[in-house]
């Protein structure tokens, strides 16, 4: 059973510069949601997509930007990188039950490391 | 911003002992989860307790819940070098169209010396 996966694992980019990080959810996932987690803070939530559509938004600008394709899998875009940008991206994968109620517990990657230099 | 704050934010202990790490946090949930990491990975689900739950335990962990003093507190027991990780709390506040939205806090760095 695969479990959540994301890529790449690291990268480097400059200010200024635009990135795509990639995710495929847990096998029988349905909804992924995207994080930023700081070095030595709590992840952040940034959006959740589910049937290809953003859901929720956290506080995040619209420099941010994401996407779900019909596999449910996603990708996060950056525009215009800022040194700020530096961090732990995670994805997190989640199931709509049946009924329509959705399971509580979120399947996290590994994460893809982005350092803007 | 973060809702949660995990209390302390590192804890060094000795194997064998066990670790006790709070969380408060400022809405009103329907859940809250505690998740580990390891090493700045990604995140492991640990337990989950509802609103309407006082405590729950899986293996060697304990959670408690008080929603009076919006607080929750992880207690892992007989710790292990491998339970070296750091651990977040997470509360669910709200559902709006199915969409849920996950709020973390800050995370206790746990060391288990040997």
């Known amino acids: 059973d695969a479990g959540v996966t994301q890529s790449p694992t690291h990268l480097i980019k400059t200010r200024g510069q635009q990135v795509t990080l990639r995710c495929s959810p847990k096998s029988g996932h349905d909804t992924v949601s995207w994080y930023q987690q700081a070095l030595g803070q709590g992840p952040q939530f940034i959006f959740q997509y589910y049937e290809e559509e953003e859901r929720q938004r956290g506080n995040f600008p619209d420099r941010f930007s994401g996407h779900q394709f019909p596999n449910y899998s996603s990708e996060l875009n950056v525009n215009a990188l800022l040194l700020g940008d530096s961090a732990l991206y995670l994805c997190a994968s989640s199931l709509v039950l049946s009924g329509g109620t959705r399971a509580y517990e979120q399947y996290f990657g590994p994460g893809t490391r982005l350092t803007v230099t | 911003s973060q809702q949660g704050e995990e209390d302390p934010q590192a804890l060094s202990i000795q194997e064998g002992e066990n670790a006790t790490m709070n969380c408060s946090y400022k809405?009103?949930?329907?859940?809250l989860q505690w998740y580990r990491q390891n090493s700045g990975r990604g995140l492991v689900h640990l337990i989950l307790i509802r609103s309407n739950e006082r405590e729950k335990h899986s293996g060697r962990l304990r959670v408690t819940l008080d929603t009076s003093k919006k607080s929750s507190s992880l207690l892992i027991t007989a710790s292990r070098a491998a339970d070296t990780a750091s651990y977040f709390c997470?509360?669910?506040?709200?559902?709006?169209?199915?969409?849920?939205?996950?709020?973390f806090g800050q995370g206790t760095r746990l060391t288990i010396n040997p």
């Open positions: 809405t009103s949930i329907n859940n």
């Open positions: 997470a509360t669910d506040a709200y559902r709006i169209q199915g969409a849920q939205k996950l709020v």
